[in-house]
């Protein structure tokens, strides 16, 4: 589940910072704390949907479409222009989701830099975020490519049909 992250403005803050004042609901303070828990748990959420992306990918995903390919080659036998063809999809694809992999690595790791919990839930938003839809897109263009026996998770097609 990709989440949504959005800032509030000025304007509307100072409004509801007055308007919960005004009548004793919530301090400034305690206004403030809600917030930085909110960030704090965007941040959380998609740091271990990042985690468990990467996991995935590296551990189970890549693996299997590496032996795909590499089954592929050895039956191919006599050459011919569509598994040639499949062949070179499914490389093209794995060069992609690697690269991918790589980069949302790296993002995810430098997300604790970011400072504060506002400064982090925005770095997830406009940094992590995209690049787990970036890995996301070859894989799932992997899955239709890669024979069913192969791939190490049920498929969306398994999911919405099959259950």
Request: charged residues 30%.
């Amino acid at each position: 589940m990709i989440w949504h992250f959005k800032t509030p403005k000025k304007e509307a803050w100072d409004k509801a910072v007055e308007l919960f004042g005004k009548y004793k609901v919530f301090s400034k303070a305690e206004l403030e704390s809600r917030v930085e828990i909110k960030y704090e748990n965007y941040a959380k959420a998609i740091n271990i949907e990042a985690k468990t992306m990467i996991d995935m990918a590296s551990k189970q995903i890549l693996p299997a479409v590496i032996g795909y390919t590499i089954l592929a080659v050895k039956g191919a036998g006599a050459p011919t222009t569509v598994q040639t063809d499949l062949l070179n999809d499914v490389s093209k694809l794995l060069e992609e989701a690697k690269a991918a992999l790589v980069t949302l690595e790296e993002v995810t790791d430098k997300a604790a830099e970011a400072g504060d919990m506002a400064a982090e839930a925005r770095y997830f938003h406009e940094s992590v975020v995209p690049a787990m839809a970036a890995l996301r897109t070859p894989v799932d263009k992997l899955e239709v490519l890669v024979d069913k026996k192969v791939w190490p998770m049920p498929s969306y097609s398994d999911l919405l049909f099959e259950v």
